[in-house]
């Protein structure tokens, strides 16, 4: 690699707890899994491919709303954590990044209440809350979920192309610190504490009509709606959140994957080749899925409420890419630049799963994943922009 001011910058050679010599490339894969070996065009036209897959099916009778739950039950609850599982349990980390660690965590706090914040700025949307029978807090909560958060799957391949010093180490460092444990645990709790349908520690499905529909009447409160869930709380609400975080396996995965890792436990080739594969598997039907629940044919109305929560989460990127570029120390210019991409990664994922599960109702997961997957292209395209900028 040709020297550059960059480069120049870099911190030195990176070492990692095993003592090995740094292979991240499974982390830069493409987003379908092993497509990576196809490239990315191919990537990319798969997951489109996949997504109108999703659209198609529909269409098609045996597609109900029973068998799509299923399909989203399996994938987030066996395909999912398995994935995330061995992604932790091979992941080499670098110790001479490790101050990313509390970086990451810090800046991921103050995330967190930057969203509340600017959740309070969500509109009212009478027609969404008469479309999806749920109160203006739970919009609030929607929003606050909505504006948190990165998904990886587009980041770590446009990083490893970028050919950054250090650059999918740093990446790789970032999510570990906070957004792996944000993702996959917190969010679970922020959305139990919004959610109108939870009572104690049981959760109602969201297509279950015997349920009571009626909504906690803490999330009616005005300074509930003004302040978020720290005010006016109800007994039992924190106790409640925190029973959703530890209920999460997507977290339980997370955690034994990443003690199997600091154990240095090695991963037995047949069931590395096994998990592998379940991880693709995992990845096309998270597209599909995208698909499946994904809707254009939304009302004016629907869409001016998306770009309102997603002008909310753009808000709080910009805040804190200035913030990380002007104010936080970083190990290297190549690392700065490389968490600012970051910090542009679209929502994860598993949101339009935490809401399901935690009751917001089948009208708000539609809106989630459609307005993700208009957040994913306007993320992608400015973290493209971002590398040729930093590149440059």
Same mark, same amino acid.
């Given at each position: 690699?040709?020297?550059?001011?960059?480069?120049?910058?870099?911190?030195?050679?990176?070492?990692?707890?095993?003592?090995?010599?740094?292979?991240?490339?499974?982390?830069?894969?493409?987003?379908?899994?092993?497509?990576?070996?196809?490239?990315?065009?191919?990537?990319?036209?798969?997951?489109?491919?996949?997504?109108?897959?999703?659209?198609?099916?529909?269409?098609?009778?045996?597609?109900?709303?029973?068998?799509?739950?299923?399909?989203?039950?399996?994938?987030?609850?066996?395909?999912?954590?398995?994935?995330?599982?061995?992604?932790?349990?091979?992941?080499?980390?670098?110790?001479?990044?490790?101050?990313?660690?509390?970086?990451?965590?810090?800046?991921?706090?103050?995330?967190?209440?930057?969203?509340?914040?600017?959740?309070?700025?969500?509109?009212?949307?009478?027609?969404?809350?008469?479309?999806?029978?749920?109160?203006?807090?739970?919009?609030?909560?929607? #929003? &606050?979920?909505?504006?948190? $958060?990165? +998904? %990886?799957?587009?980041?770590?391949? *446009?990083?490893?192309?970028? =050919?950054?010093?250090?650059?999918?180490?740093? #990446? &790789?460092?970032?999510?570990? $610190?906070? +957004? %792996?444990?944000?993702?996959?645990? *917190?969010?679970?709790?922020? =959305?139990?504490?919004?959610?109108?349908?939870?009572?104690?520690?049981?959760?109602?499905?969201?297509?279950?009509?015997?349920?009571?529909?009626?909504?906690?009447?803490?999330?009616?409160?005005?300074?509930?709606?003004?302040?978020?869930?720290?005010?006016?709380?109800?007994?039992?609400?924190?106790?409640?959140?925190?029973?959703?975080?530890?209920?999460?396996?997507?977290?339980?995965?997370?955690?034994?994957?990443?003690?199997?890792?600091?154990?240095?436990?090695?991963?037995?080739?047949?069931?590395?080749?096994?998990?592998?594969?379940?991880?693709?598997?995992?990845?096309?039907?998270?597209?599909?899925?995208?698909?499946?629940?994904?809707?254009?044919?939304?009302?004016?109305?629907?869409?001016?409420?998306?770009?309102?929560?997603?002008?909310?989460?753009?808000?709080?990127?910009?805040?804190?890419?200035?913030?990380?570029?002007?104010?936080?120390?970083?190990?290297?210019?190549?690392?700065?630049?490389?968490?600012?991409?970051?910090?542009?990664?679209?929502?994860?994922?598993?949101?339009?799963?935490?809401?399901?599960?935690?009751?917001?109702?089948?009208?708000?997961?539609?809106?989630?994943?459609?307005?993700?997957?208009?957040?994913?292209?306007?993320?992608?395209?400015?973290?493209?922009?971002?590398?040729?900028?930093?590149?440059?």
């Amino acid at each position: 690699m040709e020297s550059s001011p960059m480069a120049a910058n870099a911190a030195p050679q990176v070492r990692f707890w095993r003592g090995r010599d740094m292979h991240l490339a499974e982390p830069a894969e493409g987003p379908v899994g092993l497509s990576h070996e196809l490239g990315h065009l191919v990537s990319l036209l798969l997951v489109v491919a996949l997504i109108g897959l999703g659209m198609a099916a529909r269409q098609v009778p045996w597609f109900t709303v029973e068998r799509s739950e299923l399909l989203r039950y399996v994938t987030f609850k066996v395909l999912f954590p398995l994935y995330l599982l061995r992604q932790l349990w091979v992941t080499n980390l670098s110790y001479q990044l490790v101050g990313l660690l509390p970086l990451s965590l810090a800046v991921h706090i103050a995330w967190f209440f930057l969203s509340q914040q600017l959740a309070a700025c969500t509109p009212k949307a009478s027609d969404v809350m008469e479309k999806s029978g749920r109160p203006h807090a739970s919009l609030v909560g929607w #929003a &606050v979920l909505m504006s948190q $958060g990165e +998904n %990886m799957a587009f980041t770590y391949p *446009l990083i490893a192309e970028a =050919a950054f010093p250090d650059g999918l180490a740093s #990446a &790789v460092m970032w999510d570990l $610190g906070a +957004n %792996m444990w944000l993702c996959q645990g *917190l969010l679970w709790g922020v =959305a139990a504490i919004y959610s109108p349908q939870v009572q104690a520690s049981a959760y109602s499905p969201i297509d279950n009509s015997d349920f009571d529909e009626a909504p906690d009447m803490f999330l009616d409160d005005v300074n509930t709606k003004q302040r978020g869930f720290f005010a006016g709380l109800p007994s039992g609400t924190k106790d409640m959140a925190v029973r959703a975080v530890i209920d999460s396996v997507l977290l339980r995965a997370c955690l034994v994957g990443i003690g199997l890792n600091f154990m240095q436990l090695p991963l037995p080739g047949i069931l590395d080749d096994g998990l592998r594969y379940l991880g693709s598997l995992c990845k096309v039907m998270l597209y599909f899925l995208v698909g499946l629940y994904a809707d254009f044919s939304l009302s004016a109305n629907d869409f001016r409420f998306i770009v309102s929560v997603l002008g909310q989460r753009l808000l709080a990127q910009i805040i804190l890419a200035v913030f990380v570029m002007t104010a936080v120390p970083m190990p290297s210019i190549a690392s700065r630049n490389v968490i600012v991409v970051t910090i542009f990664s679209p929502g994860p994922s598993v949101l339009m799963h935490i809401l399901a599960e935690t009751g917001y109702g089948q009208y708000l997961v539609k809106l989630c994943v459609t307005g993700s997957l208009i957040n994913t292209l306007l993320c992608v395209t400015l973290q493209t922009a971002l590398l040729t900028q930093f590149r440059g």
